[in-house]
């Protein structure tokens, strides 16, 4: 089951992964349908993908509430769990941890590293000893009760946390993809993020860091996100990634 929040934040390079390996996708498209009320049972797997509103505008976004109840559902069930962004933020507050506005926004590309913790982990003993990845976030989470932080980030230390051996977090954008990136940085509203007197120069930047950053950030979302769907069951043919028969 995969939670969207508008149409530009799609599942980006999961999504043919998620494919070759025969899943189906039943998406729950919070945009369209604010009052979804998902039930996770019988499903093998819960991606929560980024938006644009925050924890703390549960008032005007009260499907907020209903993701956090589904993720709670969810761990119970032992079910396989990846939030990328606002998904990373709605599974640390479903745990009880603080999501607040970070010091300073990341937008563009920034240095990460796996810990000594990511080293030893399936998905993140990969990454070199420094890689750059894609980000775009004003809002940060502290660490929820008995997660293991797997990814620091130089600007900001919390980028990735797992909990248990199936919950994965991700504050950064490993799912995005050239033509991803470059439609959100010709989006309205992210060029108003970006500064308008400021946006243009901005864009450039980001995007010749793009072009530079983007042939091994491909090869890191093949290798990580291959590594998380191992936590699912294999496809046969009465079991998919959609719903049990």
Same mark, same amino acid.
């Not at 590293?113 to 030893?120: D, L």
């Given at each position: 089951m995969v939670f969207q929040h508008v149409p530009y934040e799609p599942l980006g390079t999961l999504d043919p992964l998620v494919r070759s390996q025969r899943h189906r996708i039943r998406y729950i498209n919070f945009g369209r349908n604010p009052d979804a009320k998902p039930d996770i049972d019988g499903y093998d797997a819960l991606i929560i993908l980024g938006g644009p509103m925050n924890i703390g505008q549960e008032n005007d976004y009260p499907h907020l509430i209903t993701e956090k109840d589904v993720i709670k559902q969810a761990m119970k069930l032992d079910i396989p769990i990846l939030g990328i962004c606002l998904g990373a933020q709605l599974i640390a507050s479903s745990l009880g941890a603080k999501v607040t506005k970070a010091a300073k926004k990341e937008i563009g590309w920034y240095n990460m =590293?796996? @810990?000594?913790?990511? *080293?030893?982990d399936p998905l993140m003993s990969?990454?070199?000893? %420094?890689?750059k990845i894609f980000q775009w976030h004003e809002y @940060?989470? #502290? $660490?929820? *009760?008995? #997660? *293991? $932080?797997i990814v620091k980030g130089e600007q900001l230390a919390n980028q990735a946390f797992r909990v248990n051996k199936n &919950?994965? =977090?991700? %504050?950064?954008?490993?799912? =995005?993809?050239? =033509? $991803? &990136? *470059?439609?959100? $940085?010709?989006?309205?509203?992210?060029?108003q993020e970006l500064g308008l007197d400021k946006a243009k120069e901005r864009v450039e930047t980001i995007w010749e860091q793009t072009l530079e950053n983007m042939p091994r950030s491909l090869i890191l979302s093949e290798q990580v996100f291959s590594q998380f769907l191992k936590l699912l069951p294999k496809v046969k043919e009465t079991h998919t990634f959609s719903h049990k028969h």
């Open positions: =590293a796996a @810990t000594n913790e990511g *080293k030893k990969v990454f070199h000893p %420094q890689e @940060t989470f #502290s $660490l929820p *009760k008995d #997660s *293991k $932080l &919950v994965y =977090a991700f %504050q950064f954008h490993l799912e =995005a993809s050239l =033509a $991803l &990136v *470059k439609r959100w $940085l010709e989006l309205p509203q992210h060029l």
